[in-house]
């Protein structure tokens, strides 16, 4: 496989901590080239240092013999005391430095100095203890935001969700639950994976298992989109409930509605179902991640799977009925191919001749009589004066 190396660093956003004095931390996401994601805390004096030491490992392109040559990036040093607002402003800052560093030439984005620096050490692993006085405070950066540092004004406060049944974990890098445990969403994957935390732990936890505290209903979730997005199966799947769909490797198919817990509502032809998010893939895309991702973790588990889940509210979230979902596809079917023939052009079709102006109508013309039949009409007299003409 060779030599490991990070494929990605992304800006999560900051945590304000308190023990063992009053500090800051940014959180960053690391994602490695076997496709692996790990969350690292760093004080931005530590990144600072390790910036310091890059520049002196490359004097070339730190642009310490010649200005002209320098393609690694700036860093401001660390003022005298860092505050919340130094610390928020900062994140545009760092933002730009992570992407840059890691479109530097390989020798220097994938040495050993920029490897063990955003490896995962013992102390991100390390969760405050219930003993402390304040729990940390933790803030977020939009995700749309990231890659945008002039648009960056402020943090947003995780999410806090709520475990409507027991989880138990089935790799490493999964959290496991219990009922009624209250956790901060850190990331959300459209894979209906995300990525959580407590005072205790961190990992992957299924979203299913997850409501909000506040409301259950999800104003972030899309509506239906019954125009379909065209999508190819990257990895088969029998049907285990009536609502879902069996298809294999390679079909092609139409996602009308993107849920957030992983599993999305297709349609193939005029039939939908439920199908899982992670064996899909956009068409024409390399699905090489995607896969491997697949062997490393696999489908999250449906919500009516779940045995003794016990939600907090009262109501729960209406969901849109299969009959509802095929009612409205087939539809929209039938109102896309009316379209289709319309805009169509008429096959084998001959150039139109110009119109001819109509004939006028002629006079019937009665029939000649015969001479027999003028005779019998005709009196004696006048009959007489006829023959003796002829």
Known sequence: MGDPFIRHIVLLGFEKRFSPSQHYVYMFLVKWQDLSEKVVYR??????????????????????????????????????????????????????????????????????????????????????????????????????????????????????????????????????????????????????????????????????????????????????NYEGEPYVTIKAYTAVEEDEMTLNEGETIEVIHKLLDGWWVIRKDEITGFYPSMYLQKSGQDNTQAKNLIKKRGAPPRRSSIRNAQSMHKLARKRISQDSYRRNSVKFIQQRRRMRQLSAPKEDSQPEESPKAPMKPQPAVPPRPSQDLILNRCSESTKRKLMTSA
Not at 49 to 68: A, D, N, Y
Not at 78 to 104: A, I, K, S, V
Not at 123 to 129: A, E, I, T
Not at 212 to 220: G, L
């Open 43 to 224: 004080r931005f004096t530590e990144i600072y240092e390790f910036h310091k030491l890059l520049k002196e490992m490359f004097p070339i392109e730190s642009g310490q013999i010649s200005s002209e040559n320098r393609i690694i990036p700036h860093l401001p040093a660390p003022r005298w005391f860092d505050g919340q607002r130094t610390t928020e402003n900062r994140q545009g800052t760092l933002t730009e430095y992570c992407n840059t560093l890691m479109n530097l030439p390989t020798k220097i984005s994938r040495c050993s100095h920029v490897l063990e620096f955003f490896r995962v050490r013992p102390d991100d692993l390390k969760l405050p203890s219930d003993n402390q006085v304040k729990k940390p405070e933790t803030y977020l950066m939009p995700k749309d935001l990231r890659n945008n540092a002039s648009d960056i004004t402020g943090p947003i406060i995780l999410q806090t969700y709520r475990a409507i049944a027991d989880y138990e974990k089935n790799s490493n890098t999964e959290m496991t639950l219990k009922q009624g445990d209250l956790v901060d969403v850190v990331e959300k994957g459209q894979s209906g994976w995300w990525f959580c935390q407590t005072k205790e732990k961190r990992g992957w936890v299924p979203a299913s298992y997850l409501e909000p505290t506040d409301s259950p209903d999800e104003s972030e979730e899309q509506e239906p």
